[in-house]
C-alpha cells in the first residue's frame, strides 16, 4: 500500500511539473518577472547565444515588434555572449536557461511561445522563418 501511495505521488507531481507552461515555470523561477513585464504580449524565445538563427530571430523581432511585445529570452548559451546580447537588446529580459529547473534542455532553436495579456499561450514555434514575423502579427491583432 506504501508503495502504491508514493506510486501515485510521483506520477502527479511529474504530470503537475510537465503540465506547467513555458511562462508559469519562467515566473516561479524568477518572481520579479511579473513586475517587469509591462506590454499585453509577451513572447519568450527559448534560445542560444551563439546560434546563428536565434540571432537572426532577436534581430527581426526586435525591428518588427520592440514596442509591442515585451521578449523575454532563456538563453542557454555562455555568459560572456549573453551579456553583449543583453546590451544591444536593452529593453529584453535576459535570463539563464541552465538555471531554470523544470524547463528542460532544449533539442531545438530557437522555440517561440507566444503569450496575451491573460498569460495564455495563443502562439509557439520551433525554429526561425521570416514568416513569424506575419504570425505573430496576426496573434496580436486577433487576441
Given at each position: 500500500?506504501?508503495?502504491?501511495?508514493?506510486?501515485?505521488?510521483?506520477?502527479?507531481?511529474?504530470?503537475?511539473?510537465?503540465?506547467?507552461?513555458?511562462?508559469?515555470?519562467?515566473?516561479?523561477?524568477?518572481?520579479?518577472?511579473e513586475?517587469?513585464?509591462?506590454?499585453?504580449?509577451?513572447?519568450?524565445?527559448?534560445?542560444?547565444?551563439?546560434?546563428?538563427?536565434?540571432?537572426?530571430?532577436?534581430?527581426?523581432?526586435?525591428?518588427?515588434?520592440?514596442?509591442?511585445?515585451?521578449?523575454?529570452?532563456?538563453?542557454?548559451?555562455?555568459?560572456?555572449?549573453?551579456?553583449?546580447?543583453?546590451?544591444?537588446?536593452?529593453?529584453?529580459?535576459?535570463?539563464?536557461?541552465?538555471?531554470?529547473?523544470?524547463?528542460?534542455?532544449?533539442?531545438?532553436?530557437?522555440k517561440?511561445?507566444?503569450?496575451?495579456?491573460?498569460?495564455?499561450?495563443i502562439?509557439?514555434?520551433?525554429?526561425?522563418?521570416?514568416?513569424?514575423?506575419?504570425?505573430?502579427?496576426?496573434?496580436?491583432?486577433?487576441?
Open positions: 500500500m506504501k508503495n502504491l501511495f508514493s506510486t501515485i505521488i510521483t506520477l502527479f507531481l511529474i504530470v503537475n511539473i510537465y503540465a506547467q507552461d513555458t511562462y508559469s515555470i519562467i515566473k516561479n523561477y524568477d518572481k520579479t518577472i513586475n517587469i513585464v509591462d506590454l499585453d504580449n509577451k513572447l519568450i524565445l527559448i534560445s542560444n547565444s551563439g546560434c546563428g538563427h536565434c540571432l537572426i530571430a532577436l534581430n527581426r523581432i526586435k525591428s518588427s515588434f520592440n514596442d509591442k511585445l515585451q521578449t523575454i529570452v532563456i538563453d542557454y548559451g555562455d555568459y560572456e555572449k549573453r551579456m553583449e546580447l543583453k546590451k544591444k537588446y536593452e529593453n529584453y529580459i535576459f535570463l539563464d536557461g541552465n538555471k531554470i529547473k523544470n524547463l528542460g534542455s532544449p533539442d531545438f532553436f530557437p517561440l511561445y507566444l503569450y496575451n495579456k491573460e498569460d495564455v499561450l502562439w509557439k514555434k520551433e525554429g526561425w522563418f521570416n514568416k513569424n514575423i506575419g504570425k505573430i502579427n496576426s496573434k496580436i491583432k486577433s487576441h
